[in-house]
Each structure stands twice: as structure tokens, then as C-alpha cells.
């Protein structure tokens, strides 16, 4: 499909960067089969944090729980940031977040009423219209590195996302262009979102992980929304109320018991358009 966009280049992408840490090296291929993957690689041989890998196309893009993440070329945004905090493993579900936060922030700035849709899905209006992958390896106890690796549907088409993802998963996403209605700078959005990404590490370091929670909560999209949880073979009914400091998604049942969900699909059974 034709593009009207811009190339993602070092040159635009640094005009507009304003990040010490976060994008200090930055490499950009036109495809790659992942991302998350190829910054492995180079974490492996020991890039620094803040090491950043951006592609134009994905051939073999990772969503979470094994899923493909659709990567056509020259529309979107894939793009993964090596951090090497100093955490135990119980402690990432509170450091991913700083990912969804920034990216929700991005795409507020931009105009669009984003949230975040626990763990870590970015959305407008209920739609889905970007999401991260967290890839950490643990080695002894100790957490080796992490990957944050961010999906963001920038200017692909409806067309393009009903063709390769069918019409149900295509009504459940969006592009950031079909909710502004207008084109955006990839190089630009890369830059603030890099830069966003900065500030929440950055606050996650000095203040810790409640200040990352607190932000967080401000923009969760299932707060005080009924909803199921899906945990195994369990369902959990009820209200979201927020995350706890352990990363895990409290629901409270219709007996007003309050519920920890770890890990699960969630879904909202009201209605989302409602949650601007
Ligand atoms: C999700 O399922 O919501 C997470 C999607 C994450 C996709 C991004 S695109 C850049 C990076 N590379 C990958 O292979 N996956 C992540």
C-alpha cells in the first residue's frame, strides 16, 4: 500500500528528541522479524540502557500470550527500549507500566482521550490502538534486563487492518489517524513517546513504584466499569478498582470482596464508548 508518510530517519527522529538516556544509541531498520527480538540480541552483547530499536516492518511482530502483532510497512510504530533496572522479578509488573503510561500520555497530547487497559493496552474509546510486550529474562533471583516493546497504530488504514485482521478485530481496533483524523509524523510521535518513556523511568527510579501506580490509575480505562475477568478456568465478575502495588488488577465481586487478578483476559460488560 502506497505511504504519504514520512520514512522513520536518525536525522528527523533526533531534531525532535530531548531524552539523555532513552534513545542515546537508536537503531532503525526496515524490517525486522521482531523488534523485542532483535534488541535481544544486542542486550546479549551488551547495549547500554536506554538502547532503542525501531523498524519500519515487522515480519514475525510478538503480541502478548503468543499472539502476532499486525506490522505493515511504513504505517505504525515498532519500537523496543532496553532498560536495566535493578528489580526482582515480583517488581515488573509495576515497572511495565511506565511504558502504557507513556504512551497513553503521547497520544493524550496528540488529542486523542487514550487509556490504559490493564496490563498494559492503550486505548480510544474502548478501541485497542496500541499495546507492549515485556520481555525479561531472569537469571538467579535477579532480573537481567527489559525489554519494553511498543506496538502504536499510527496511519494504517481501516481497510488495510479489516483486510489482514478480519472485520470483528479490525471494529476493535484503531489508528491514531483514524481518531484524529488527520496523518501522523512517525519520527515525531517516536520522539515523545521516547521522551515520555524517560520521565516515567525516570520517576520510577526517584519516587518508586507508587508514583508510577497513582499516574497509572488516573488513566485506567476499566476503573469503576463492571467487568469479567477471565483467571484459568475462573471468572471474576465486577468493578474495577484500580491496580494494587504488586501490578495485579483489583476487581470487587458483588459481595464487595476485593479480588487480585495476576494474570487474564478482561473485558468491559458496560459500556466503553462512555469512558472519555
Ligand atoms: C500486545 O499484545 O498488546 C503487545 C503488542 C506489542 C507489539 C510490539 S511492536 C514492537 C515490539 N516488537 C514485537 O515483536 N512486539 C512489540
Redesign the pocket.
Known amino acids: 500500500m502506497e505511504r504519504t508518510c514520512d520514512r522513520l530517519s536518525l536525522e528527523r527522529l533526533r531534531r525532535h528528541l530531548t531524552t539523555e538516556v532513552v534513545g542515546h544509541h537508536v537503531y532503525i531498520f526496515d524490517t525486522v ?5 532483535v534488541l535481544a540480541g544486542l542486550a546479549d552483547r551488551g547495549a547500554a540502557e536506554g538502547t532503542v530499536v525501531l ?1 519500519e516492518a ?1 515480519t ?6 503468543g ?1 502476532s ?1 499486525f ?1 505493515p510497512e511504513g504505517a505504525n ?4 527500549v532496553l532498560f536495566r533496572p535493578r528489580l526482582a522479578p515480583r517488581e515488573l509488573p509495576l515497572f511495565a507500566p511506565i511504558a502504557s503510561l507513556a504512551l497513553a500520555e503521547t497520544i493524550w497530547l496528540e488529542g486523542a482521550p487514550a487509556r490504559i487497559k490493564w496490563p ?2 492503550v486505548v480510544v474509546r474502548g478501541r ?1 490502538l ?4 515485556v520481555e525479561a529474562p531472569v537469571i538467579g533471583g535477579r532480573v537481567v534486563h527489559v525489554i519494553l ?3 502504536v497504530n499510527l496511519n494504517v488504514q481501516p481497510a488495510e487492518m479489516a483486510a489482514a485482521l478480519g472485520p470483528a478485530a479490525a471494529e476493535a481496533a484503531v489508528s491514531l489517524r483514524e481518531a484524529l483524523g488527520h496523518e501522523l509524523d512517525r519520527n515525531v510521535f517516536a520522539a515523545a513517546l521516547l521522551g515520555r518513556l524517560e520521565k516515567w523511568h525516570h520517576t520510577f527510579v526517584s519516587r518508586g513504584p507508587e508514583a508510577v501506580r497513582v499516574a497509572w490509575q488516573a488513566r485506567d480505562a476499566l476503573r469503576g466499569h463492571r467487568i469479567e475477568a477471565h483467571v484459568g478456568d475462573d471468572v471474576c465478575v465486577g468493578r474495577g478498582r484500580g491496580i494494587d502495588l504488586d501490578g495485579s488488577l483489583v476487581v470487587e465481586d458483588d459481595r464487595g470482596q476485593a479480588r487480585h487478578v495476576v494474570a487474564g483476559a478482561v473485558r468491559m460488560l458496560d459500556a466503553p464508548e462512555l469512558d472519555d
Open positions: 522479524d521482531s523488534t523485542n527480538h523498524a515487522q514475525a511482530g510478538r503480541g502478548r500470550h499472539a502483532w506490522s510504530l515498532y519500537v523496543s498494559n493496552d485497542k496500541g499495546g507492549v510486550l516493546g511498543i506496538g
